[in-house]
Every structure is written in C-alpha cells, then in structure tokens.
C-alpha cells in the first residue's frame, strides 16, 4: 500500500485555503466526472482519487490527521492510542480519538491508504455531502462466456445481491455488449423506482475463428501443389467439416465466403453471418529426394 | 400509459433540491420531455436516468442549463464515436 499525496493529486500546495482546495477539486472533478466521461476508466479513477483527496483535505480534522503524520501514515493508529493514553493519564475525560463510518448507500471507491487511515468511506461527492437518489442505484455485472456458449441461446441465473434473476442470453451478443434488466438494481428511495442491473458480456473465443459480428474469419492452409492444379479440401466450420473445392490457380490469399455458415444473428433467429476463409498456400520446406529432382525439372520448363 | 409510469416534476425537484425552473428549462432545450397537465407536470419514468444525470452535472459542477445542453450534444458524439470506434477494432481484429 502506498502513501498518496493528497496535495500532489489536487495539486495544490501544503498551505492551500479551504477554498484554494475547493477549487482545484472542482477543476478536476470538471474534467474527470463520470458523467463527462462514459466507459473511460482512467477519468474514473482519477475522478475517485481527486474525490478522496477533497474528502481528506476539505475536513479539517481529517486534514490535520494526514498532515500530523503524512509519510508516517502507517503509524498512525500507534501514535494515537499513545496520544490517547497520555491524555487520559494528564486530564479525565479528554477524549481524541476520531470515529469514521461508512455512510451507507455511498457509491464511492476509496483507497487501502485512505481506509487504513481514516477507516471507511466518506459522504462521497457533492460540495454539502449530501446526495439525494430517488432513483435506485444502478447495477453493473460482468458475465463471461465463450463463443461457444454464445451460439445458441444461454439459460442462465444469476445471484445479485441475494436475489436470483433468470435470464437467457439471445444468441450471437457480442463481447462488449451489454444488456439492461430493468428494475433489477438498487431499491429506489422515498417511493421512487428501483434501478436497473447493466450485464456486461465478456465473450471469450478459443476457438480458430476471428469474429466480427455474425461474420466469422479463418485461415486456411492450401497445400502448393492443389493450388496449383486445383482439387479439393476439407475445412472445419463452427459446425462440422466441409468439403470444398479449390480452382487450379488458386493464390495466396484468395478468400472465399461461406454464406450463412457464420455466427447467429443477434435476436435474428434462424439467420447467420458469413463464413469467410482466406487461402494461405503452404510451401514444402522438407522435400525428398524425387520431390526435389521433380521442382528441378519444373525449373529448367522455365515455368514463370 | 399508467400513472405509475410517471414522475411528477414536483416529487423530482424536491427530493433533488432543484428548483422546478430547471427542469422545464431542460424541457425547452428538448433534453428531457415533460407532459404539462391541468394539475401537475410530470416526465416519463424512462427519462429519469437521464434526468438525474443533468441534476448531477448541475448540483455537483455547477454547470447551468445552457451548459448542460452542449454537454448533452457532445456526450451524445462521443458515445456515438465510442461505439464506431469499438466497432472498427474489432473488424480489424478480424481482419488483421
């Protein structure tokens, strides 16, 4: 766990007004909120230290701890029970421990550093600290599938927050694709309606196949000599072997289209992409000893 | 569409601490849609997200209506360009 600069990250300096860190806090949160910044995760983490930095710097007692111990953030807790017990042994009563809680339904992520130091989360944004929802929160889930799974509709049931949803996956959804389960998210507030659970689709594919939507690509090898005479192969699609026949002449790179033998539509049913192959001719490196007299003999027909 | 499928403005704006102006400013720049009745105003329960949105950008970054609207047009950009930009990478994952 690190030590964070609070001021390095407002960039503002140690002798910096409650207003001179008002500021710059705003400036950043201007430019990192995640409002102003949809899917773009190092705005959102710079908007989360920038808030962690306002939450410490713009409490005085919070300020005035980090700065006590600054570096020696580690100590702290010893520092302040020794405090604490010379103070009770001097004067009665004298009580100056801090307690911090979680404010609960704060949305805020906050750092090791700040919870070993302060102990839990904040009031979170907002320059009175208080947040209003009305709405309920918004929940965001990852499930990871393989493409495999994704070629045909995927029955699944998930757990969140204690709650079972069922759900089944259209077949063809894209990695990155996310889907809505509308009122599925947090409960709303003073009536108001609950939020939504945003799943985020991670698709992984082992498969030999590149994909682009319902199109799939692959490569496939086409031994020299039946590119050059022509003949037939045998490709492996999602769904089985094919036979196929290659043109004599047949170049490097050549591609051909598969139609419908792709991936599903996305809420299509019955309708799939395209395969797309493209022909990589394999040149011999091991050769025997007839092969080689036969390329020789080839050559010397002065064969362009 | 029943009436629990609505929000009033009135509900909205005091559990946000704004004033009613502000919604039916957002209205007149045509980011929200508020049906005015005889009794009371009031949104569809669809434009909420997007209405807690604009309340966020108004109350936490001071950002007046006027602001909000050029925001709302950009941001509406910039996803749009996210998904093309998504889009074209993967084609040349594909191709590539």
Excluded at chain 1, 202 to 219: C, P, Q, W
Excluded at chain 1, 249 to 274: A, C, H, I, R, S
Excluded at chain 1, 280 to 288: D, F
Aim: charged share 30%; net charge neutral.
């Amino acid at each position: 766990m690190e030590f964070i600069d609070y001021y390095k990250v407002l960039g503002v300096d140690k002798k910096a007004s409650t207003e001179d860190i008002k500021k710059a806090y705003r400036k950043l949160a201007r430019k990192y909120h995640p409002d102003l910044n949809p899917n773009d995760k190092e705005a959102e983490m710079n908007f989360k230290r920038a808030n962690e930095a306002n939450e410490v710097l713009s409490d005085p007692e919070k300020r005035k701890k980090y700065d006590e111990y600054g570096q020696d953030w580690q100590h702290a807790e010893e520092f302040e029970r020794a405090k604490r017990s010379r103070a009770q042994q001097g004067r009665q009563g004298d009580r100056s421990g801090y307690t911090y809680s979680r404010t609960s339904g704060s949305d805020q992520d906050f750092s090791d550093f700040f919870e070993s130091m302060f102990g839990g989360g904040g009031q979170g944004f907002g320059a009175g600290g208080q947040r209003v929802r009305f709405r309920g929160q918004d929940y965001n889930a990852q499930l990871q599938l393989s493409l495999m799974d994704v070629y045909t509709p995927q029955k699944q049931t998930l757990t969140v927050n204690g709650k079972n949803i069922r759900l089944t996956i259209p077949a063809g959804i894209e990695d990155g694709q996310t889907i809505k389960i509308k009122g599925h998210g947090g409960p709303g507030i003073e009536g108001g309606p609950a939020g939504d659970l945003y799943i985020t689709f991670s698709i992984v594919n082992h498969t030999a196949f590149k994909r682009d939507g319902a199109n799939l690509y692959k490569t496939v090898e086409v031994p020299l000599v039946k590119a050059v005479l022509g003949g037939e192969i045998q490709v492996e699609t999602l769904t089985g072997k094919v036979k196929l026949k290659v043109a004599a002449g047949t170049d490097n790179g050549t591609k051909v289209k598969l139609k419908g033998k792709g991936f599903p539509k996305y809420k299509k049913e019955g309708q799939f992409g395209d395969l797309y192959l493209t022909y990589q001719v394999k040149i011999p490196k091991q050769l025997t000893q007839e092969q080689r007299e036969l390329f020789e003999s080839l050559e010397k027909t002065n064969l362009v | 569409m029943k009436q629990d499928n609505y929000i009033s403005v009135k509900t909205f704006c005091k559990l946000h601490g704004v004033g009613e102006s502000f919604v039916h400013t957002l209205c007149e720049y045509e980011i929200v849609q508020v049906e005015y009745g005889q009794e009371e105003s009031r949104f569809p329960i669809e434009e909420l997200p997007l209405m807690e949105k604009m309340v966020r950008l108004h109350n936490e970054l001071e950002i007046n209506p006027e602001g909000i609207q050029a925001i709302y047009h950009l941001l509406g950009q910039v996803e749009s360009l996210q998904q093309e930009v998504a889009s074209l990478k993967k084609r040349l994952e594909a191709l590539g």
